[in-house]
């Protein structure tokens, strides 16, 4: 089996700064690209960014300028440093990634349990 644990949200003010994290553990064998979406109250969850394995990444336009994505391949762990903050990035934070397990022929999407970021005006 294959797990995503997430930390790092909690409650900031409106120009302040969060990273989460997202470590992969379990049966891996390779992991493919890796993502963070997030998801407010009320509305469907939506991209925030991605990254592939050799680090090439693609931010959607709200987040762009503010939001870095990065990965550490050897702890297999994905990040997501988020800067100058808005209200309107309060949501439950989720990571993505497309992971092969071993002993199977095929990959799939695997997503952690989510993370609170609450960012106050």
């Known amino acids: 089996q294959v797990q995503l644990v997430e930390s790092g949200g909690g409650l900031v003010q409106q120009g302040g700064s969060l990273r989460l994290s997202c470590a992969a553990s379990?049966?891996?064998?390779?992991?493919?690209?890796m993502g963070w979406y997030r998801q407010a109250p009320g509305k469907q969850r939506e991209l925030v960014a991605t990254?592939?394995?050799?680090?090439?990444?693609k931010y959607e336009e709200f987040v762009k300028g503010r939001f870095t994505i990065s990965r550490d391949n050897a702890k297999n762990t994905v990040y997501l440093q988020m800067n100058s903050l808005k209200p309107d990035d309060t949501a439950v934070y989720y990571c993505?990634?497309?992971?092969?397990?071993?002993?199977?022929?095929?990959?799939?999407?695997?997503w952690g349990q989510g993370t609170q970021v609450t960012v106050s005006s």
């Open positions: 993505n990634a497309n992971i092969k397990e071993r002993f199977r022929s095929i990959s799939r999407d695997y």
């Open positions: 379990g049966r891996i064998f390779s992991i493919n690209a």
């Open positions: 990254i592939t394995p050799g680090g090439a990444t």
